[in-house]
């Protein structure tokens, strides 16, 4: 039929609101991610220490199976703060392990196949693109560290009883915020990387890198210097204090240092402070900056090679 003996009538479907907009760039990218069969036994193990959590929890309220078993309830690990920060903490490594594996290629792929300008020439802007693929990984993280972690606190508390949880509830803030604190960090730095970098595996290495070799170095500073200063360009003990200030065991990171003659004899004691709770929270905030503004940077609809 010849072009002009159509007609043309505008869209009179139902619109997306333009709020979630952005989802569309997640709900797409998760048809991809679990075709794979190795993801989904990596995202399943990544659920056996919330098991392993639960049984702790029902073991202690639970008389009969710890009878059965010939456990004595004072022999359990307490329910307390330092608990949900330890499996907190174990869940924050499986985050990082996953934010590597689905993280670098979100951006990289766009740009290196110069897909950003079908992105941005619809109504969709480049705040709503960046969110979306950083929605990529804020939802499937979230699914595997602060909201089953809040689900045990509730599990807990209801075993424990309301006085528990009155008493308690500032460690259900301290689950959702470290949580929330280091999914954004991994988003950020994974999608910057990826924005930068166009290839997966030199941005997953580049990822792996910035982790560790700052880690090196302030390792390094903190052993020359007999200090902790150091550890304010490590990212894992900027995330390691923040997430102990949150729960209240921060002074538990103080360490007694021991200096020995040859004969064993101690001569003195160091006593190594980490550094304050607000230069590490500093510290985040100025990289989460320094991402953004490279996102900003990167992300557009056209470059200019000269």
């Known amino acids: 039929m010849a072009v ?13 609101p333009e709020w979630s907009r952005f989802l569309i760039i997640p709900r797409h990218a998760y ?69 590597l594996l689905i993280g670098p290629p979100l951006v990289s792929r766009d740009l290196r196949n110069n897909a950003l300008p079908l992105y941005l020439c619809r109504p969709f802007s480049r705040t709503e693109y960046v969110m979306g693929k950083m929605s990529v990984l804020l939802i499937l993280l979230s699914l595997i560290t602060w909201i089953p972690q809040l689900v045990l606190f509730l599990f807990q508390s209801y075993l424990e009883g309301l006085a528990w949880f009155k008493a308690n509830v500032s460690i259900a803030f301290a689950i959702v915020i470290a ?55 490590s990212l894992g003990a900027l995330i390691r204090n923040v997430t102990a200030g949150l729960f209240g065991t921060f002074d538990r990171l103080t360490e007694i240092r021991r200096v020995r003659d040859f004969d064993g004899t101690i001569l003195r004691e160091i006593v190594l402070y980490e550094p304050p709770l607000w230069s590490s929270w500093a510290m985040l905030f100025l990289l989460c900056a320094v991402c953004l503004a490279l996102l900003s940077w990167k992300v557009k609809a056209y470059e200019v090679v000269r």
């Open 4 to 16: 002009y003996e159509q007609s043309y009538k505008p869209y009179t479907g139902r619109l997306t």
């Open 179 to 233: 949580s929330l604190v280091w999914i954004l960090l991994l988003a950020l730095l994974s999608q910057t990387i990826s924005a930068l970098v166009k290839w997966r595996v030199v941005a997953s290495g580049a990822l792996v890198g910035l982790f560790l070799i700052p880690s090196v170095f302030g390792a390094f500073i903190n052993e020359v210097f007999s200090t902790r200063i150091g550890n304010l360009v």
């Open 31 to 99: 048809r991809a991610v679990f075709n794979s069969k190795l993801f989904i036994a990596f995202f399943a193990i990544c659920f056996l220490p919330l098991l392993v959590e639960a049984i702790l929890i029902y073991l202690r309220h639970n008389f009969g199976a710890l009878a059965a078993m010939s456990i004595n309830v004072r022999e359990l690990i307490p329910v307390d703060g330092f608990f949900f920060e330890t499996f907190v903490n174990i869940q924050m490594g499986f985050a990082f392990l996953m934010a």
